[in-house]
């Protein structure tokens, strides 16, 4: 046999429905077995999930192996951020775990093995896809409120950090408190604290909510106007696809000619 | 008296304003029934109370009678779901609940009573149409939400399980947590919890709201972009079916006859 | 003086920019005596305060009279719902409270007199009418929830009411709990206690979220499109009230007048 | 050189791309070093970050004279407030901060040389101008809102002072406790509490969190409406400014002049 007949074969397997779907029981069986893990479970049962979990990461190796042989340019293969992907949880998970040290992130990559599922599923892909698309035409905004939250973080350190160092220790921990008032996470006692101090300082406090929560409605509108504006152009596009159906430009050309064919009639008259 | 008879005065009384009404009120009734018994109240009353609990059962009995006399097709009945939950439902109270063992379920069984509401009224059945409708297209957002959630609970009950074995002990337990994350409920305690042991499990918070608020925002955005689309797809419709209304296409055919005319001219001329 | 005379004069008052404007400063000044009041002073300043108080009971008493005096018909005025509530604010002002018993009432019935804000600002009171206006169109969503609520809460009291007589002791009191635990407010503490007796009841509380949650949506989203939709039309009226812009109608019109003259000139040939 | 060749020169640097960068790359670096200075670090470090700090103000003020001098009318560069607010920022950094007392204003005023980010990026100036600009015109919900707060306040203080002072003091703390119940931060406390002396109380937070949430909802919606108008305004004037596209009133004209030539045909013949 040789190589474009076993490529060939390699992909007719690709493309197998029956292959995609047995390849995405496989995924959720190894969820399901990432999750029992999580319960204490006897001995035997242990050996038991190990040999189950060597079998789905050899399972797992054939069919990237498959993909890989079934594409016709290899080096392109790789240009492919799920393929990478793919593989690099595939070939990790081949690493022995028999230490205790290395055991936890032999079983944390393991748990990267559940995102296959939305390598493997077409409308998960270009779901997430749309999502991290949305992202950069936020930039603005996220740029924005993080000048917002090192300012307040900023400030709060420079005020506060003799009141409670845990909460307004340096910079970064003033961050993460800002965001914990952000979410109303117990924030009052944060603000009852400083306001015993500084009694002024609910200001701080009410200004941070109000310019996050703008600025954070101002996100949500601006990717419902996107979300929106992607819609009507699709639809438009479809619109003027769709034949036999008369413009505004096709009746002026219409009309146009219609007022040719008089005007030739009068000269012919005269 | 025949059946045919039988069955067409059945379907008179079902048809009657008066009986839809009589019905609502013995729902609500039931309802108020419902909501007495939480009190604690006396003997005597308790008597009472169980004496209308028994006359609503025999109404909603007779009810569901007529209802299925009406039906033209007995078979056909038991194919609305709403037809066999109310049944259900009234067959259900019919058993005796004098054991306390059962007691409490025959209570449960009773309180479902109050959802013959939505049965009965027209537009709540078409409004909880409507929301069950727009589940099914959310579907794939739903999907890569629970991977989301799966994916931090298993890395969670990996990590942590072993600072707190009641938010992490097992990944269902740690779904659960994961969720109380998410509504912002006491999070700062989960979260500063671990970072006692592992500082930077900040991060691992931070992504996760940041996902599934994300995601979250999309699913609702997804609603409202479907929402518009029906509305202005019905308004389009309620365009076009209005009489008497030019169209582009009306336009482009009254111009080509017109053309067509003058040609005519044209040729009788020569 | 008759009359006629008078009622004219009243109306040039009432009308007057200075007058209004007046108005608005005194139910400004009186807010600010309300707040005033809520600090603990001394003995001469509520002397003063008290002096003030009833300045402004005069003030507002001698405006309504003008109101009353330059309505054309008298009988008319208390249709207006705005003219109650504020004859009602003032006339209740003017019973004395010296009681210690009723100096509350009395202090509560002058607060409402900062809502006399609302009735002289025409803007507010578009905004407060259309706000109200939305409401009953949201009715069938709003009952919905409340049997959502309701159904809850009745199962709440029947399962959980052993385990916490203040939380879940009658159904109304069960409903209380229902809406903290859609706000959030430790919402976790209240499902922790119950799980120690019923593992499963996480169910009950997500389901109950899940519904909330949902339903709430649906209703922001039914405002969202209802102003739109008003929004639109509105777009629209004004689109159609513009002169000489040109309507498809119009141009059939216009064709359909062409087509007639060819013909009269092919027949006028024959 | 003359002051005319001294403009040009200023002009040229301002308005060159890599001066710029260069000032981005300064401010930055000046928000790193206000981020350091939050750690604990040892005294020869401070010696080195107050040298860099001297350095940064120094080339700030370089670059806002050569904004100064590349102006072209000197006075109307203080009418920019983004101008003043720099120049504000820079020459208030000039004052010696050597004391301990004014130390703390020193190091707050240099936070807000982070904020020249925006005042250098015109993208982020945009933003936050569009931002501003969205205020005003929820100007009268904001009123309402706040005439909602007061009233509440207010009830709150006359009922609730006698039985938590510090929640309820008067009318200032009464509105802070409110916003604090608006953002659902342990709301339920502030309720039982009062409800152990008014079991009706409940009707009062109730009431206040529907009209709140009610009130916001509105504004959130005003916001998007405003929003999509403005995006709508612009892609129709973008349409008219498409050149070559026949509008409704063109084509209207066009077939009037048409009759016309008919008419005129007519007449030759009679």
Redesign the interface.
Known sequence: MNIQQFQARAEAIRDNKAFELFVVTIIIFS?LL??AR???IGGPWMTVLNVLDTGITVIFLVEILIRFLASPQKMRFFHNGWNLFDTAVVVISLIPVEHSETA?IG??VR??R??R??SIIP??RT??NS?LRALPQLG??L??MF?IY??YA??G???F?AINDTLW????V?M?TL??VM??????DVMYETMAVYPIS?LYY?TF?FLTT??F??M??G???N???D?HARVRAEQDAAE?????????Q??????A???Q??N??E
């Not at 220790?169 to 970064?172: K, L, N």
């Open positions: 969820a990432i999750g999580s319960y204490t936890v079983r944390l748990i990267f559940v995102l599922m939305v409308e998960l779901l997430l999502l603005y905004v740029l924005l000048i090192y300012i900023a400030i350190t420079t005020l950090a220790g340096d910079i970064s003033s993460l965001f914990r979410t109303f996470e117990d924030w009052t609910w009410l909510i703008f600025a409605l101002n949500v509108i990717i419902v106007v979300v929106l504006e819609e036999g159906k008369a413009t505004l430009d096709d009746l002026a219409e009309i146009r000619e219609l007022k064919l008089l005007h009639q009068q012919n008259k």
